[in-house]
Nanobody, 122 residues
Framework: QVQLVESGGGLVQPGGSLRLSCAAS????????MGWYRQAPGKERELVAA???????NYGDSVKGRFTISRDSGKNTVYLQMNSLKPEDTAVYYC????????????????WGQGTQVTVSS
């Protein structure tokens, strides 16, 4: 059974930084893209950043230049370094990964973490 476990959320003042981590565990054969999404109250879930298995990255317009996504393929872990945080970055952040497990080796399936709260407030 595959699981994604996020960590690193919390309360931070505007202008501050946080680093989120998401580790995939289970009987994993391979991982394709990994990414972070967020959902603020009353809003739809939106892409924050994504990274492919080859290291290509993609960012939402609102976080370009402030957030950096990276991954450690050996640890099946993806990170999100968030700098210059703004109150509008407040949301629940979800980890996402396309994973091929040994149980379902025919294709990649989409998995989600449980979410971690990030609150930017003075």
């Amino acid at each position: 059974q595959v699981q994604l476990v996020e960590s690193g959320g919390g309360l931070v003042q505007p202008g501050g930084s946080l680093r989120l981590s998401c580790a995939a565990s289970g009987i994993i054969f391979s991982i394709n893209a990994m990414g972070w999404y967020r959902q603020a109250p009353g809003k739809e879930r939106e892409l924050v950043a994504a990274i492919t298995s080859s290291g290509s990255t993609n960012y939402g317009d609102s976080v370009k230049g402030r957030f950096t996504i990276s991954r450690d393929s050996g640890k099946n872990t993806v990170y999100l370094q968030m700098n210059s945080l703004k109150p509008e970055d407040t949301a629940v952040y979800y980890c996402n990964a396309e994973i091929k497990s040994w149980d379902y080796i025919d294709d990649y399936y989409n998995y989600w973490g449980q979410g971690t709260q990030v609150t930017v407030s003075s």
